[in-house]
């Protein structure tokens, strides 16, 4: 029976942390995002996101981010500082070709910073990346 479900590979969705100039705070924040590089839109996206390290762990949080279109991105959230010394966890579900897909994305304890930052797809910026 096991060998009859489907699961679908999740491919041209990644998540990016970006470090950017906030005009409301007037600072540099890290604000993370979701791209989706596909050629189709996907639907009913839904991002859990938690920090958690060999001590502590963070609250669970979940954002509603709805439709996203084809080669486009959104705002996940605000990254604090304090959170980049954790591994930082984004679980992904969504609707496309009427299948249901979900992926989990880590970025580790420390890997968020710039001298990881590299060209990102669609958002045309730097930021540290996902797949």
Known sequence: M???IEIPV???VYIAVVKEWDEELL???WNSYIINDQDIAIEMVLVVTKGYDDD???SVLRHGIGKIEAKSYAKIE???????VMNNEFVVTFFADS???DKKYLFKKNTINENA???LPVMEQRGVLVK
């Open 2 to 4: 096991k060998k009859d």
């Open 10 to 12: 999740v491919k041209g």
């Open 27 to 29: 600072g540099q924040n």
């Open 56 to 58: 502590r762990k963070t």
């Open 78 to 84: 605000m990254l604090q500082e304090e959170l980049l």
């Open 99 to 101: 299948k249901l897909f």
């Open 117 to 119: 930052f590299r060209d």
